[in-house]
């Protein structure tokens, strides 16, 4: 009887202490990397953002002109075709999915933008990103006419007087009488 007793004891013991495998349906799988991904807080339209951050690329004429050089150098014209939008978004009217500031589109060269706009950190200089800015404000009218970068010289009907090789002139002789 008390073998019996000892025995079922110990086997409520064993049952008593296992433990069922605890699961949570809530978390990712193990694989998933989701912690890596960095996410920004600019959203659409989010009210509340702090004052514009003023860009010193937008005052200079030289520097908007050079965001053109730079435009086409970086081949930002093969997604938005010189501004008027294909692959990505148009920059030439009113409607911007992250906001217009200069801040917005700085972050948006920087940091890149989900579904198709790459991130270009480390890989554009910040003068040269600053100059990108201006000229991507400029497209849509947010500069001063002043600063805003004018035609390029290979659109112009005729050379250029600057690309114009020097060359000295040359007496001829009086013609005979």
């Not at 202490?17 to 600019?42: G, L």
């Not at 075709?81 to 030439?92: A, E, T």
């Not at 906001?99 to 700085?106: A, L, R, S």
């Not at 890989?123 to 500069?143: C, F, T, W």
Request: net charge positive; hydrophobic share 25%; with cysteine.
């Amino acid at each position: 009887m008390f073998k019996q007793l000892l025995l079922c004891v110990c086997l409520c013991l064993f049952v008593a202490s296992c433990k069922r495998e605890q699961r949570q349906f809530s978390q990712p799988p193990a694989n998933f990397k989701a912690y890596d991904v960095t996410m920004s807080d600019i959203r659409p339209g989010s009210p509340g953002l702090p004052q514009p951050v003023q860009n010193p690329s937008d005052q200079r004429a030289f520097d908007a002109s050079e965001g053109k050089r730079l435009f086409t150098q970086y081949n930002c014209s093969g997604c938005h075709f010189n501004g008027g939008g294909g692959i990505g978004p148009p920059l030439m009217d009113e409607k911007w999915i992250y906001g217009e500031n200069p801040e917005n589109i700085y972050d948006t060269i920087v940091e890149g933008r989900p579904n198709g706009m790459p991130s270009f950190r480390h890989k554009i200089p910040d003068n040269q990103v600053q100059e990108l800015v201006a000229y991507v404000r400029s497209m849509s009218g947010q500069l001063r006419k002043d600063v805003a970068p004018t035609r390029n010289d290979s659109m112009n009907a005729r050379r250029s007087e600057q690309r114009t090789e020097r060359k000295t002139p040359q007496r001829s002789s009086p013609p005979p009488q």
